[in-house]
């Protein structure tokens, strides 16, 4: 490990014809557009410059760049000048280094001289180029006119702006507005008097700003920098890693300081992520060395214990005899386990596997269960397989996009950048969701349509569209002809043409005028290339299977599947909820999605454990819940996941954890369901382990370890210690191995190793003999089940109803701060942004109950009660509240209801009849859960040894 | 089915099998019957199915003649292997 900046072209990769030129008298072939000043770079002559940086357009403000052209009069900046056939460049002559020389030195004279003692000395562009044009002295002086003066602006927890330091170059504006799309950042005032200044004169925390890095990144001196290397020094050297918290799958290099983390730095060649990142992964890391962290496996015998430390061998011992003496007891299907999307494909398979080989039953499940169950549904349905169709970089060629059920900037900050982007280019957009989410309206950006429609109506609205569609002939015939189900075709067209689908017929159950749904699904269907992105408020209702099976259907009645541009993508939550998909963690299915009744599979995997499997599916996690409850589970390992404060109505949670007899939990902190736990493993972070993830475009991509773990072992070793005490015999010494037992169990997996992976960065699967490449798009000649399906979707409403108890209905959703049940985020500097969960909800609805801004409210459904805060907004409709779920006070799940999609049980986490009172403080379920939180968390001391 | 929340396992059961029939309802009955029935084949546990399988004559269960029928012919199919 050894520490290079990553190379800086100057400007960005343009794709067109060969040019060739000479430069210093070296021939250079390069696409046509490419500057004279990325060509020099690509055979490594670095011409001096300032303004100019590879990640945004070229701008020619600071004039350092200047080449002679043979032919040509003056002195061109070779930022801002492309290549032409024949040209013949100069970067090095006697004029042009005193032309820059002078340039420098006006810069100089106005920057303070204190290299030596600045934060960034080392690793700042300015004292490079100062060295490169060979400036020695300053003619000025620095009595003059200067911005020695400027106040620092630290009121952002992570970087800080010393205008003192700032050439005003601009590339701080630039990729605030065209890499991130938020146009935080202007250049006030003109000439000698202008100065960088976010949003209105603002400070940064106040601004738009939303902390993702982009300009500390751009930024050539140290003007804008990570405190922590104003802190800790500039880092020694770095590892490619990938980010630990959400589905986009951010590649960083993360820079290193000895053992020490200094910052996490966007990586230009991840696919992902292409250098830019979002608030969590740039800085939202230092939850991994908190001290609430617990390094120590710990042990009781019942809840209302405090934990005891024990040693590894005696926790894994104690958990192994714990789990055998359950089985003989309550038999073989008694214990299960969970795995989670935090984790890496290594070790969710291996959690999987040791349920399946060690346990000896299918009583396997994970998080993607309250959220994208559905998505595998559906698609394994219509498509054949359980994936989005796309990659990230297909939305550059999509006309029209069609968002529902997400709010991309908030969830999936960095694919959102992009997405805003491609709509600043002119690509049309269409956003349905209840909420007025930033997308709908933002800096240069405006929904065509907005459809907010009432929550729970998905499929109505959907099925509406296609009814618009099929009816007024916008069906692409051709294409569903030769790639579809010609008589499941005909029966779907024939159900959403009957009048009672059409928009006029729905549009007072889904409150979405008639009219603009028919614009919008005439915009979807003729605009172009149309793309749908979709998220959890499509999934997580009762009709979640169905919603994704009528995204599907549109998609393919418009010939929107099987090219870039186009395509269903569903935008995945966790870092690798793909992957824990991918790996068998549901109890019907082994790794690759096939089904455990599936004679052969079992026998392949059967061969290489040397055990017979279940055929038949086992337990659900709500599943597990109720059968703990009636007394017939009894045991449970769940690794990385607060099923607790994430999963739907906690009391019915709570209950099923406390009826077990051994509930084993993995994880970093004491979270909300260790609350219940008998045994608790410390969990490692992504920082300290090899494995990968899998990110929502299948893309596979390697994580790294760029330190030991603090608790001793990796999350897979964990797993592998509780399997051979179970008396499993594994004898894995590096996760590459488990990579290539999925590699050789999984077809879609085939051609995957860890040194593929090393080889080109990242794969996305299936990648085997028949996609040796991997596959970008999906379903590109056939659907992988041949022809794609149409599927009738009715729309059943859901039982959960508003009435005169319950009459406002609350939706839920995240923040771009935040993540999830908040345990990473909570721990770290975030919460200067969301620093409590508050409940929206429209001014009419709080006018008539009596209820100011930031008041005190109870909220309330058939399942429970909690209070928080209110926040009035015309974001919601009248009739709907909204809230986050980020922190364990507010227990948004002790209100939602166990309802749950019909084919996959994936919870309604969107749908929840509420009321909504004033409120004096805490209910009285939080007092005592907070009470008993405090009391089950509590850790012997121990006495020192004599 | 007014307190969703309070469900014994076997009332959730018999929920959950209506639900699935609701929305196969467009089959008709007969097909959202068998289409019911080879859900629950593919994605419940052995001891869902076995429940299920019990509750099938149950005169004192509330479940619809169609959630029956699924039942019943739970019972009659061969195990998975
Ligand atoms: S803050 Fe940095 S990037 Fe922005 S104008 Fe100043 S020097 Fe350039
Ligand atoms: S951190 Fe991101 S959002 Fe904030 S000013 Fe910089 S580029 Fe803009
Ligand atoms: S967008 Fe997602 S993957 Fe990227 S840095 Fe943010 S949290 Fe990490
Ligand atoms: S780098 Fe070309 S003008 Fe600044």
Request: aromatic share 8%; charged share 25%.
């Amino acid at each position: 490990m050894t520490f290079t900046r990553e190379k800086d072209f100057g400007t960005p990769a343009k794709h067109g014809e060969t040019v060739s030129l000479t430069i210093d008298g070296q021939p250079v072939s390069v696409p046509a557009g490419t500057s004279i000043m990325r060509a020099a770079a690509m055979v490594d002559t670095a011409i001096p410059k300032l303004c100019a940086t590879d990640s945004l357009e070229s701008f020619g403000s600071c004039r350092l760049c200047l080449v002679e052209i043979e032919g040509r009069k003056g002195y061109p900046a070779s930022c801002t000048t492309p290549v032409a056939p024949e040209m013949v460049v100069r970067t090095e002559t006697d004029k042009l280094r005193k032309l820059r020389r002078g340039v420098m030195e006006l810069y100089i004279s106005d920057h303070p001289l204190d290299c030596l003692t600045c934060s960034a000395n080392g690793d700042c562009e300015l004292q490079d180029q100062a060295g490169a044009v060979g400036l020695r002295d300053v003619r000025f002086g620095y009595e003059g006119a200067n911005h020695l003066e400027g106040c620092k602006d630290e009121s952002n927890p992570y970087f800080t702006f010393d205008p003192a330091k700032c050439i005003v170059c601009s590339r701080c504006v630039r990729a605030c507005d065209d890499v991130q799309g938020t146009l935080a950042l202007t250049v006030d005032g003109r000439g000698f008097a202008s100065k960088i200044a976010a949003s209105q004169g603002e400070d940064f925390l106040s601004s738009e700003c939303v902390s993702c890095g982009a300009c500390v990144q751009a930024c050539p001196t140290s003007a804008l920098i990570e405190n922590t290397v104003i802190d800790k020094g500039t880092p020694d050297k770095s590892v490619v890693t990938t980010c630990a918290y959400c589905g986009v799958g951010c590649t960083f290099r993360a820079e290193m300081r000895g053992e020490d983390l200094v910052r996490m730095v966007p990586w230009k060649e991840g696919k992902a992520n292409h250098g830019h990142s979002c608030v969590k992964g740039r800085f939202a890391w230092g939850y991994a060395q908190h001290r609430d962290r617990i390094l120590n496996p710990m042990v009781r015998t019942s809840v209302d214990e405090p934990w005891r430390e024990v040693s590894w061998e005696e926790a894994i011992t104690h958990v192994a005899s714990e789990f055998r003496r359950i089985q003989s007891s309550y038999g073989t299907r008694a214990i299960g386990g969970i795995t989670s999307s935090r984790c890496t494909n290594e070790e969710t398979f291996l959690v999987q596997k040791l349920i399946r080989q060690g346990f000896g039953n299918n009583n396997v499940d994970t998080c993607a269960r309250v959220c994208h169950s559905p998505t595998g549904y559906g698609l394994k349905t219509t498509f054949g397989t359980s994936a989005g169709t796309q990659d990230f970089d297909s939305v550059e060629q999509a006309d029209v996009i069609l968002v529902i059920g997400a709010n991309p900037t908030d969830g999936h900050p960095v694919f959102a950048s992009r997405m805003k982007r491609r709509l600043r280019e002119g690509a049309r957009l269409i956003v349905v969701d209840p909420r007025r989410i930033d997308l709908v309206r933002s800096p240069h950006i405006e929904a065509a349509y907005h459809l907010p429609l009432q929550p729970g109506t998905n499929v109505a609205l959907l099925t509406a569209m296609a009814h618009v569609i099929v009816t007024e002939g916008l069906v692409d015939e051709a294409y569903v002809r030769e790639r579809c189900d010609g008589e499941a075709y005909a029966e779907w067209a024939a159900f959403v043409s009957e009048p009672a689908r059409s928009p006029e017929a729905i549009e007072e159950l889904t409150g979405v005028p008639a009219a603009d749904l028919r614009a919008a699904a005439r915009l979807y269907a003729t605009g172009g290339n149309g793309a749908i992105y979709y998220g959890l408020g499509v999934t997580e209702h009762s009709q979640g299977s169905s919603t994704v099976m009528a995204i599907a259907n549109l998609a393919m009645a418009t010939g929107n599947v099987g090219k870039p541009g186009t395509g269903v993508n569903p935008l995945r939550g966790q870092n690798n909820v793909q992957g824990s998909c991918d790996m068998g963690s549901f109890p019907h299915e082994l790794p690759g999605y096939r089904h455990v009744s599936d004679n052969a599979t079992r026998a392949l995997f059967e061969a290489d454990w040397g055990v017979t499997l279940d055929a038949q599916p086992g337990l659900r996690i709500n599943n597990m819940l109720d059968a703990a409850t009636d007394g017939t589970f009894k045991g449970i390992f769940i690794q990385g996941e607060d099923i607790l404060q994430s999963d739907p109505n906690t009391k019915h949670v709570a209950a099923g954890l406390a009826a077990m007899e051994c509930v084993v939990v993995q994880d970093l902190f004491l979270n909300e369901t260790a609350n219940y736990a008998h045994v608790f493993l410390p969990g490692s972070t992504f920082l300290e382990k090899d494995g990968t993830f899998t990110n929502a475009e299948r893309r596979i991509q390697m994580v790294r370890k760029v330190m030991e773990p603090k608790n001793g072992y990796a999350d897979w070793e964990v797993v592998q210690l509780v399997a051979n005490a179970m008396g499993l015999r594994w004898t894995y010494t590096h996760p590459s191995q488990i990579m290539d037992e999925i590699a050789r169990l999984t077809p879609t997996f085939a051609g995957v190793s860890f040194d593929v992976l090393e080889e080109r960065g990242s794969v996305q699967w299936p990648m085997n003999a028949a996609a040796p490449e991997g596959t970008p798009t999906m379903h590109l000649d056939q659907f992988v089940r041949g022809k794609g399906l149409f599927v009738v979707t009715d729309y059943v409403p859901t039982d959960e109803r508003t009435g005169p108890r319950f009459p406002l209905l609350l939706t839920t959703g995240r923040i771009l701060s935040q993540y999830n049940v908040g345990a990473q985020t909570r721990r770290t500097e975030n919460g200067a942004w969301h620093a409590e969960d508050r409940l929206e909800i429209h001014p009419h609805d709080a006018e008539n109950r009596g209820i100011r801004d930031g008041d005190w409210v109870a909220l309330r459904s058939r399942a429970g009660e909690t209070t928080l805060r209110a926040l009035i907004t015309d974001r919601v409709a009248p009739g709907v509240v909204y809230t986050t779920f980020h922190h364990p006070d507010t227990q948004a799940n002790v209100i939602t209801t166990d309802f749950s999609d019909w084919a996959t049980n994936c919870p309604e986490y969107k749908v929840t009849a509420v009321q909504v009172m004033p409120s004096n403080g805490p209910s009285d379920w939080q007092t005592r859960y907070r009470e008993q939180s405090d009391r089950s968390r509590r850790i012997a001391t121990v006495e020192p040894a004599e | 089915m007014s307190d969703h929340a309070m469900m014994s396992t076997d009332e959730r059961l018999a929920y959950m099998a209506e639900h699935i029939l609701r929305n196969f309802a467009t089959r008709g009955e007969d097909e959202a019957i068998e289409a019911t029935a080879e859900h629950i084949g593919l994605y419940w546990d052995p001891s869902m199915k076995a429940r299920a399988t019990a509750m099938a004559d149950e005169p004192g269960v509330p479940l619809s003649e169609a959630a029956r029928a699924v039942f019943r012919r739970l019972g009659e199919e061969q195990p998975l292997t």
